[in-house]
């Protein structure tokens, strides 16, 4: 069964930034379309950031200009770089393979 782990979340003051890890174990990620998603509390499960196979990208409004998503397939790793992060961030960010498969999430809590 296909696994992935995700890493990184904490507690960050706004303006602050985190970097998440995703490992994926059990497939092969340089196949899929990989992605960041999220769930604050009381909202929907909203995309953050998608990388293709190519590595197009494609990112959520709130995203833009302050996250970055990347991918490692020699590593089967994913990672979301974020900066100025701001309350409305905080939520629990899930790692996706190919619309499939989820990972637990990591919690993030962006306060002061």
């Known amino acids: 069964q296909v696994q992935l782990v995700e890493s990184g979340g904490g507690l960050v003051q706004p303006g602050g930034s985190l970097t998440l890890s995703c490992v994926v174990s059990?497939?092969?990620?340089?196949?899929?379309?990989v992605g960041w998603y999220r769930q604050a509390p009381g909202k929907q499960r909203e995309s953050v950031a998608i990388?293709?196979?190519?590595?197009?990208?494609d990112y959520a409004d709130s995203a833009k200009g302050r996250f970055t998503i990347s991918r490692d397939d020699a590593k089967n790793m994913v990672y979301l770089q974020m900066h100025s992060l701001k309350p409305e961030d905080t939520a629990v960010y899930y790692c996706?393979?190919?619309?499939?498969?989820w990972g637990q999430g990591t919690q993030v809590t962006v306060t002061s």
């Open positions: 059990r497939t092969i990620i340089s196949m899929f379309t």
């Open positions: 990388i293709a196979r190519g590595g197009s990208v």
């Open positions: 996706n393979v190919n619309d499939v498969w």
